[in-house]
């Protein structure tokens, strides 16, 4: 049975072939189904109108009802005509102005008619003006139907063939008139009543037509729950799945490795946190079940350090153990960390990444296939086919936030079972995306920073106060401490990027001829680059000038400032990383942010909440609601399970919670799906797993 939502827009009236393409190519719409979750992102209230006398100049979009006494028009040059109308109510007169289009207007609308106006009034020569105004007449508008008017995204493209808000509001109304049944139920009775939702056809038709406000925060309630559900439904089911059908490999023991580096080989003493975390995965390692662990740690909280201590059991238990990073800068970083933490231990450690090639990939290659390799550090050219163990157990991928479901499945034929994995992540998902994206991950959480550490403090100066900045650096110099600054090096502008570096430097060293200065960036040679960096780490440097490579992994424990220029395009998370490069000693640090003096709001608002504060959590949870889940850093392609049209991850964290709860009562009252009476919500997820891509990738 064809269901009326498959329906082909085109014999929608007031569709077409023309509006149907336009449709299709500038919104991807072409069904019934498609045009409905075409949701509004705004309404304005229509219920009232106002009298002419009424008017204020602060009011927002206000409507009159009103008819034109004549028209006016002026010459304004270039062949253009404005046009006013000056129409009355009978308590004043306002105008209406058009700067375009004359011919049309003065031929289409009617003298001595009442029409009903909607814009925002403005003051212009001692009247009330409203400028591109909706125009109705009032005789097709009645009050009682005006309610909410419901606003809709258009493009440049189609406003020009007159596809505005307006008609797409039409086009869905004359729609819902056409569906005389009302559209199938897709939530059981036993989830909508207890929570009070209404129906999905009632939800459908008061979206885009609510009558009151009520009207549309139960529907969008609705709607959104509904949404929700299904995504927290599909990543629960996958999990349980996975769990009943993967044992995990059973890492039984500590041995000799993991006691030689922790008696012999620890540089400090573990944090409680650390401790905690390193016991959590201990445990989960031996139970049988493959280990999902989300690993979450503000910068400089030590993960590393957890890292490879896991990894040391894996081998206690004859298995190999790898570390994915997201750059091969990073990957390198870590493979000389952990050479160095397990300097004079039998273990064997190997990079792997884009770069390692010829013969000695081969080799790598082989001493994995054949067991040699005890440890692979590299970046995703790691989960390549080509790449096999002969007994992976164990893999921990770093900063990694698209590492999601999909990737995962990966992993799963590099060794007989699947092998435990650890994500770390040093920019906190929020709790709500972090559900989403790994549904079904076991969250440890490092909250305590090694000893010693002081918050940092965090500075807002413009460009244009470069003497007190230049006396700051100075101050800090003299009492013996060293001082990063970055400048930003983003691909698109690699060139112009690269030119402010080099003429930054030049400044920098004029600027400050009593000391030395390094300079490191990515398009350098690996070996310039390190001699560079070894300048600074030993002190012989007291000032680096970098692009962003320092973000993440570079230790300098005497660096106290760190100082970002242009911070205005950097990402809140970004800017949170570099952050962390300082503060790793003894000494008040500081982190100075220096943009232009003109800025737009959200620029602002990121200063501001790096200014205001140093936890890594609040940090994500302002950059989330700042951009929005599609934006966050590194999920772009992140085969995230989900394609929300109307619930925000960011916003509507209460619901996320809500949708899981719900969606586990059902896992957990019919693990395998066969139930009659939940028969329905399978059927349904079925379905949409058919039409949406990114949820099927996961199964
Ligand atoms: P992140 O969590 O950002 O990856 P790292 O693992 O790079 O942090 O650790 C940051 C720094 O803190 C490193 O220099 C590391 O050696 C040091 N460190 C880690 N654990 C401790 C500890 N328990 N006590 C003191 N320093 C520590
Ligand atoms: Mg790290």
Redesign the pocket.
Known sequence: MLDILDQDIQYLPGVGPRRKTLLSKELGISTYKELLEYYPYKYVDRSRIYRINELSGDMPFVQIRARILSFETFEMGFHRTRVVAHVSDGTGVADIVWFSGAKYIISHYKLSTDYIIFGRPTVFNGRYQFAHPDIDPASEMQLSQMGLQPYYVTTENMKKTGMTSRAIEKLIKSMLDNMKEPLRETLPDFITKPLNMISRDEAFRKIHNPKTPDDMSKARYRLKFEELFYVQLNILRYASDHRRKYRGYIFSRVGKTFNDFYFNNL?????GA?KRVIKEIRKDMGSGQQMNRLLQ?D???????VALMSMLIAIDNGFQACIMAPTEILAEQHLATIKGMLGGMDVNVELLTGMVKGKRRKAVLEGLANGSVNILVGTHAVIEDTVQFARLGFVVVDEQHRFGVAQRARLWNKSDKPPHVLVMT?TPIPRTLAMTIYGDLDVSV?DEL??GRKPVVTIHKYDDQTTSLYNGIRKQINEGRQVYIVFPLIKESEKIDLKNLEDGFEGLKEAFPEFRLSKVHGKMKPAEKEEEMKHFVSGETQILVATTVIEV?V?VPNASVMVILNAERFGLSQLHQLR?RVG?GADQSYCILVSKRKLSEETRKRIDIMCDTNDGFRIAEADLKLRGPGDLEGTQQSGMAFDLKIADIARDGQLVQLARDEAQKIIDKDPMCQKQEYAMLWKRLDSLRKTNINWSAIS
């Open positions: 540089p400090f003493p573990l944090t650390q740690g910068v400089g909280s030590g993960k590393t350090l040093a490092i090694p000893p992994g230790n962390g790793r």
